[in-house]
Structure formats: structure tokens, C-alpha cells
């Protein structure tokens, strides 16, 4: 296997099943967006695949920029989908991470699958483009089959705590000028039309960490450290063992309970997953984020670990002690 199959972070997902709920929540409370958004169906969405068999299945989904990591909200629509299964057993929450890779997408591929990784869903969209004041239509028959953006899911899950995504845009095209010459469905707040605009309520200015609970701390940071991310630290304290390791631009961290705390509820109540997104606060600092009313499930010398699931499906690490 490449010795740096992942090398970077490109985005948090969220799955939820009332996409206009969140999307204005994140808005409206938080200060996240302006959203762009879809309802993914054909032909803006083809080639579609469940266990790598073609399945038709369909779903609305917004993005939008937290610093520099992108925060996807999907609500599944028509159709069995990953989305839908991790509803179904976890509830809303943050469903997968989509990674850079040192290999291009076609070899990432085979990557994933030869390290015992299956393909779980895939896809192509094409959406109208949007140049200045002009709107190309989306790319017809055969072109799309070659040039539309390409996506995989991997069955990652036990092994890393999470789903893992890679995609790949058309040829010489950066991941972020296509999301802006994607021509949204509708924006979030509506007449928005820049994505990376910051809202006046902005609450947070960056993603900073991203958080999983796992049930055996060796074994993923193993697992992860197989796909090229690392070195690791290590430290115990709040009620978990905890490893820390780069995953550009954020930290990435595994902790394992090893005694009551958060993290114990957190891998009962729902299993292993991403459970907090390490947040740097915005012009308000985390009193600002106290002012929402979050629930503090923990305090440390990190910083306060405030319960954000009812309005993003995740716990909000702040860094500046509320």
C-alpha cells in the first residue's frame, strides 16, 4: 500500500433526516454558512452504486465553509444509502469524513480495497455551472460520464471509527473552485451567493480538531497509521486515553473511556463515530457559544466540551474556556 493513501482532511459530513432544520440552525444559531444546496437526483446525479452494483437512490445536500474545512449536511432521500443506514442505528450525527489522498482517485480506489476496505457507495454529480452571470448547462451524455465529479464511500467504519470519502473533480479543476462553480438548487439564507462569505452571527471561525470515540485506542490508531496518518501522542485524563495526530489543516483524535466521563456516554448511548468537532470560537468567544444554552457535557484544561447535537448531531469542543 502507498505509504500516504490519506494525507489530509477536506470534510466533516452530517447526516440528518430534516435537512432544512439543520441547515437553518447552523445558519441561524451558529452562524455557519451561506449554504449552497442540491436535491440530488437525475441527471445532476448518475451512476449510482451501493456495494458497487447500480442502485438508485437520491438526497439533498448543502456545504459550506468553516475556515478551511468544509461542513456537508446530506438528508437521504429516495433509495437505500450508507446516509440512511447510519440514521437508522446512530441517529443524526457526523457520518464520514471525505480525506485527500497522496494517489490519484483511480489508485486511491484499489488502495482502499486491496488494504480490506470495500467500495460501499459511489456516484457522479453534474450540476449547471455558474460562471460570473452566466449558467453553463450541465455536461451531456458521454462527457459526463468521463468529466462530472466522482465520489466513493469506504467500509472503513470499524476499523478508523469512521466512514471515509474520496472525490475527484474534473481534470484540473481544485476541490474548491468546482464547489464554487457549482450552481446551487437554493442558498441557505436564501439570496446568498457567495459560499465563503462569513455570516454577521458567526459563532465559529474554524474547525480545528475532529474527535472519535472508539472502543480499542491500539487498534485504530493502527489502523489509521496503515493509511499514512501520524505520528501520535498520547495522554490520559477526563475519563479516556486519548492519541492525537496531524490530519491537515486539523488535528485528528481517537479516545478510548476508561473510566465515567462524556466519551463512556458517548460510546454507549451511540456507539464508535466522530463525537466533537474541535472549534475555534469566533469574534463573541465561547461565551458566545454559552449564550446558545449548550448543555457542558465536560471542562478541562482544553477547554469545554459543549452538547451541539440537537443543533449540528455532535458535541462542539470549544478552545477558549467558557
Not at 440552525?25 to 444546496?37: E, F, I, M, Q, Y
Not at 447510519?86 to 464520514?96: F, K, V
Not at 448543555?295 to 452538547?307: F, H, I, N, Q, T
Amino acid at each position: 500500500m502507498t505509504a500516504k493513501l490519506v494525507t489530509g482532511l477536506v470534510q466533516v459530513c452530517l447526516v440528518t433526516q430534516n435537512f432544512e432544520r439543520m441547515v437553518a440552525a447552523l445558519a441561524d444559531r451558529l452562524g455557519v454558512g451561506p449554504w449552497k444546496c442540491w436535491h440530488y437526483r437525475p441527471p445532476a446525479l448518475l451512476d449510482t452504486r451501493l456495494g458497487g452494483a447500480p442502485a438508485p437512490w437520491t438526497m439533498k445536500l448543502g456545504v459550506a465553509w468553516v475556515g478551511a474545512v468544509q461542513l456537508e449536511v446530506i438528508q437521504p432521500a429516495a433509495g437505500q444509502t450508507i446516509y440512511r443506514d447510519y440514521l437508522e442505528a446512530q441517529g443524526e450525527g457526523a457520518q464520514h469524513l471525505l480525506v485527500e489522498t497522496g494517489p490519484g482517485y483511480f489508485e486511491a480506489l484499489q488502495a482502499f480495497e486491496d488494504a480490506g476496505y470495500p467500495n460501499l457507495q459511489s456516484g457522479r454529480i453534474n450540476p449547471p455551472l455558474q460562471v460570473g452571470a452566466l449558467t453553463l448547462p450541465p455536461l451531456p451524455g458521454a462527457l459526463a460520464g468521463r468529466f462530472a465529479t466522482q465520489f466513493a464511500y469506504f467500509g472503513t467504519q470499524a476499523a478508523l471509527g469512521t466512514v471515509l470519502e474520496i472525490s475527484k473533480m474534473p481534470p484540473g479543476v481544485p476541490f474548491r473552485t468546482g464547489v464554487r462553480l457549482g450552481k446551487p438548487d437554493f442558498w441557505v439564507p436564501t439570496g446568498s451567493r457567495d459560499v465563503e462569505t462569513s455570516l454577521p452571527n458567526r459563532m465559529i471561525e474554524a474547525i480545528t480538531s475532529v474527535g472519535l470515540v472508539v472502543e480499542d485506542l491500539d487498534a485504530a490508531v493502527g489502523n489509521w497509521e496503515s493509511l499514512g496518518v501520524g505520528p501520535w501522542q498520547r495522554q490520559t485524563g477526563g475519563g479516556a486515553t486519548r492519541a492525537q495526530a496531524p490530519l491537515a489543516p486539523v488535528n485528528l483524535e481517537l479516545a478510548q473511556p476508561d473510566g465515567p466521563g462524556a466519551y463512556r456516554d458517548m460510546l454507549e448511548g451511540r456507539g464508535a463515530g466522530i463525537c466533537f468537532l474541535g472549534v475555534q470560537a469566533g469574534a463573541r468567544g465561547a461565551a458566545g457559544l454559552r449564550s446558545l444554552g449548550l448543555p457542558v457535557l465536560e471542562e478541562s484544561e482544553r477547554g469545554a466540551l459543549l452538547d451541539a447535537r440537537e443543533l449540528a448531531g455532535t458535541a462542539l469542543l470549544v478552545n477558549e474556556r467558557v
